[in-house]
């Protein structure tokens, strides 16, 4: 059975703080005329960022060469993953000092890692360089012009030919979580580990983010959601309260593994998780 591509839609996250949405939750494209279907290219980044980080498993560091924009470029305000957030260090150093053996674990064959956000990419592409040759890792944003930012950084951070890395388009929801299940290829569809950072702005894309790490995440017991989230911005008006309460909503508990001032980095797991067999 072939399965067919997805086609990705205009999308720009600009949209969801202006809160142009429909009755359903979803952006209203047709009220959203200002962004069109082409192939226009997006303006050459602005900020290049280098970070090394310790390889377990090997005698080299990771070296990670990444591009994005200024906060203060035109970019940044219709896009916001085409910067660097602070959110992202905590998970990286958590990924390394915690993850690395879980990632590298050969037994743990097809393991598969999603990351929800990925923006320029920094924990996608560091818990990608960090798995073994057997794991498979996703990485994804809804918004059009920080997908095109981010399959270039993958490109200069990996190998030709690695198909053990894919950028796809993902908005949020459980039914554009479930429409992207029924566009994979046979076998095993959902993710033992999901990652995210610097996810939640409004409070209207709180329940779509757990809907969606709901519907991909793997159901045995060791599956888990590990996310950064920084609860002080400028304008921010979701509370942590609010983030928690829409996870055990969705059927997670949690526990918090780091808090340093207004960072926190959260695991997430189902509640009554299965013992994989």
Avoid at 57 to 66: C, G, K, P, R
Avoid at 131 to 147: E, I, R, Y
Avoid at 220 to 245: I, P, T, W, Y
Wanted: charged letters at 30%; one cysteine or more.
């Amino acid at each position: 059975m072939t399965t067919q591509a997805a086609k990705e839609v205009p999308w720009v996250d600009a949209w969801v703080r202006w809160e142009r949405n429909n009755d359903d939750g979803d952006t209203d494209h047709d009220d959203c005329n200002d962004v069109e279907e082409d192939d226009e290219e997006l303006p050459p980044a602005t900020e290049s960022y280098t970070f090394t980080y310790p390889n377990p498993s090997a005698d080299s560091d990771i070296v990670l060469e990444l591009k994005g924009f200024h906060e203060d470029s035109e970019q940044i305000w219709n896009s916001t993953g085409l910067k660097l957030w602070r959110s992202s260090h905590y998970l990286c150093q958590h990924l390394v000092n915690e993850e690395a053996e879980l990632l590298q674990d050969e037994n743990n064959t097809n393991l598969r890692v999603l990351e929800v956000g990925s923006g320029l990419g920094r924990c996608g592409l560091l818990a990608h360089s960090l798995s073994h040759d057997n794991a498979t890792t996703v990485l994804t944003d809804g918004d059009t012009d920080t997908l095109k930012q981010l399959r270039q950084n993958v490109s200069t951070n990996t190998s030709a030919g690695d198909d053990t890395i894919t950028c796809k388009q993902l908005l949020w929801g459980e039914q554009h979580a479930k429409d992207y299940l029924s566009q994979q290829p046979n076998g095993k569809k959902h993710f033992d580990l999901i990652l995210g950072s610097d996810l939640i702005y409004v409070q209207s894309v709180i329940q779509p983010l757990f809907e969606t790490v709901r519907t991909l995440l793997c159901t045995h017991e060791n599956a888990k959601f590990l996310m950064a989230h920084c609860s002080r911005r400028e304008g921010n008006e979701v509370e942590l309260s609010m983030v928690l309460d829409a996870a055990k909503k969705e059927g997670f508990e949690y526990e918090e593994l780091i808090e340093d001032d207004d960072i926190s980095l959260f695991a997430f797991r189902r509640k009554g998780a299965e013992t994989e067999t």
